[in-house]
């Protein structure tokens, strides 16, 4: 059997949401809005575009079109400044040894990512390879919890939602693959992700038999 496993990048195969926080973390402060990690959950798989919405609801400010483009030009820059070093050593523990996995029983991998900066992050990680279709922000117009990244990716390795897996660490993202009638696999915490068909805490709980099983299914 083939299968198309979809991974998600943030906070799936790299941890990038400490950094996407810190980005916004300068933004938020500059505006003078209080911004926690836990108001950072709702913006885990969320656009850029969207995030910043959502932080200046938080705050109640109102903005221009100017300012708003002002603000996510300056969050993507210091977001990227803290890829500038970025190398394997910030993928997610048991990441690698499942992909290797994946490619050795000849499955068909994809990423289904809102990032926009998801081809260099795949670069400077050297897991660009492992991937035989690529879709992130630049592909897309509608946002998770809309389905719309993972049917592409699911399209372009020529299979059905109902043979295609996502892992996910975000609600709108499993929400999406739920949407789309894919097999969703949360990887993160049981309480925030309690919709997914099935939950890990990160790579290192999933193993060779639990893979064996999804694609014998
Ligand atoms: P960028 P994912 C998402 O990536 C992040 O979870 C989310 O926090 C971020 O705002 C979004 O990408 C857009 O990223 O600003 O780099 O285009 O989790 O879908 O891989
Ligand atoms: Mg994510």
């Known amino acids: 059997n083939t299968k198309a496993f979809i991974f998600d990048l943030d906070g799936v195969i790299v941890d ?67 890829l500038v070093d970025m190398d394997d050593s910030e993928i997610l523990p048991g990441v690698l040894p499942i992909l290797k ?32 279709a690529i879709v992130d922000g630049n592909d897309v117009s509608n946002a998770k919890p809309d389905p719309e990244v993972f049917l592409i990716a699911a399209k372009l390795l020529g299979t059905t939602p109902e043979d295609s897996i996502v892992f996910e660490d975000s609600v709108a993202g499993v929400q999406a693959a739920n949407i789309g009638g894919m097999t969703s696999v949360g990887i993160g915490e049981e309480s925030t992700l309690n919709e997914a068909k099935y939950i890990f805490k990160d790579f290192t709980h999933i193993d060779k038999n639990f893979i064996d099983e999804l694609i014998k299914k």
């Open 16 to 82: 990038t949401a400490k950094y996407h926080y810190l980005a916004w973390l300068k933004i938020a402060n500059e505006l003078g809005i209080e911004f926690t990690l836990e108001h950072n959950e709702l913006l885990k798989g969320v656009s850029r575009v969207r995030s910043l919405d959502i932080i200046l609801e938080l705050g109640k400010v109102e903005a221009s079109q100017e300012d708003k483009n002002k603000w996510l030009f300056e969050k993507n820059e210091s977001y990227l400044s803290y």
């Open 101 to 132: 996995y994946l490619k050795e029983q000849n499955q068909l991998i994809a990423l289904g990512s809102a990032s926009k900066n998801a081809r260099p992050i795949l670069e400077k990680t050297g897991t660009l390879d492992y991937f035989n």
